[in-house]
């Protein structure tokens, strides 16, 4: 390709990224109010929680989190995975789980966080958010914050806390993302994909204060296609945002996956050894070699619980 075209063609791009999220311009979210300060009385286990988003659908979030669990699993860590996207979960479908309750059963007190664990293979734990209830999807920031403020009753909090969010911008994804201590951005090379994790990022950064994502390539065909990827987001993100993108890895377009979630299982499960599985045991590698987490994401969640209210009616 001509020099002069390719370079046109990636200013076209991160213009019309921007051009995008200006135009999208964000939702007017309240400004958040000073933390307030929550005193642990006794220490524990620190449990690190990652959020894995996307921004658009269908770009492999629910996929990335089964997998990367699962892998974290199977190197011998104490993995939860939390569907959050009330009211389309799919989680469960996806790891053949048959749930009797869910996220709303919490929230209305007939049950706690320990009642919903279903177990998946090699010890991963999965909580099952709810399917087709329109009241689920509509949940507000007090019910959210109250949804994350459950895992401190477990009695002994795991190695990693993994959040599959839904997609689009919404307090639900914005929610549990600023709570998080890590945001795993999945991006997939299709314009539609950029510009959604570009205003993703926007949002984020901008009025929950989150600076620092992390990003996996999903349906790449190789490493350096990955790496492609990466650099046109991370360019637009040093132009117009203050944020880091840092490069986590990838996963390959693979067969062998779509195979496993038609069986209803997890590809590091079925075929440990395709390029997928193997790509899935680098990711988790990639996430055990993750320092401390630099902040408690409770603290930082601390001013959406205010309003907590009591959901019934599920
Ligand atoms: N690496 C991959 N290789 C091949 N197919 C993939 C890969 N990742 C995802 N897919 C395909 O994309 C589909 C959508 O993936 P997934 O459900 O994980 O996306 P999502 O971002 O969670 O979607 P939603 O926004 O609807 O929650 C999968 O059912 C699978 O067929
Ligand atoms: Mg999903």
């Known amino acids: 390709m001509n020099g ?29 109010e000073p933390p307030v300060h929550v005193a ?45 996207d009330m009211g389309l979960a799919n989680i469960d479908v996806l790891l053949g789980l048959t749930p009797t309750r869910h996220i709303g059963h919490l929230l209305d007190g007939t049950c706690g966080i320990e009642d919903l664990l279903l177990s998946a293979p090699h010890g991963l734990k999965v909580v099952p958010a709810g399917s087709g209830t329109r009241r689920l999807a509509q949940l507000g920031n007090g019910e959210h914050a109250a949804v994350i403020r459950a895992f401190d009753d477990l009695p002994e909090p795991p190695d990693y806390l993994l ?18 201590d890590d945001v795993v951005l999945v991006v997939c090379d299709e314009p539609a ?8 990022l926007k949002v984020l950064s901008r ?42 890895g990838m996963v ?11 069986r209803q299982s997890a590809v590091v499960d079925l075929w440990p050894s395709s390029r997928s599985g193997q790509a899935f045991k680098q990711l988790a590698g990639a996430v055990d070699t993750w320092g401390e987490p630099e902040r408690l994401g409770l603290d930082r969640i601390a001013f959406f619980s205010r309003h907590a209210t009591v959901a019934t009616g599920w």
Request: charged share 25%; aromatic share 4%; glycine share 8%.
């Open 207 to 248: 009025d929950f204060g989150v600076r620092r994502f992390r990003m996996v390539a999903n349906m790449v065909r190789n490493a350096s296609e990955a790496r492609v990827l990466h650099q046109k987001l991370a360019r637009v993100c040093d132009r117009f945002l203050d944020v880091a993108l840092e490069f986590m």
């Open 40 to 84: 642990a009385p006794t220490p524990r286990r620190r449990c690190r929680a990652i959020a894995v988003a996307g921004g658009k659908g269908g770009v492999g979030k629910t996929t990335v989190s089964v997998n990367l669990g699962m892998a974290l699993a199977k190197e011998g860590r104490q993995v939860i995975l939390l569907d959050a």
């Open 4 to 32: 002069v075209f390719a370079m046109n063609q990636a200013i076209g791009l991160e213009a019309m990224l921007h051009a995008l999220a200006e135009r999208h311009g964000s939702k007017p979210v309240p400004a958040p």
């Open 163 to 180: 959040v599959d969010t839904a997609a689009g911008l919404s307090d639900n994804v914005a929610m549990f993302a600023a709570a998080a």
């Open 252 to 262: 390959p377009n693979d067969e062998r996956l779509k195979q496993a979630i038609r």
């Open 193 to 200: 994909s950029l510009t959604d994790a570009y205003a993703l």
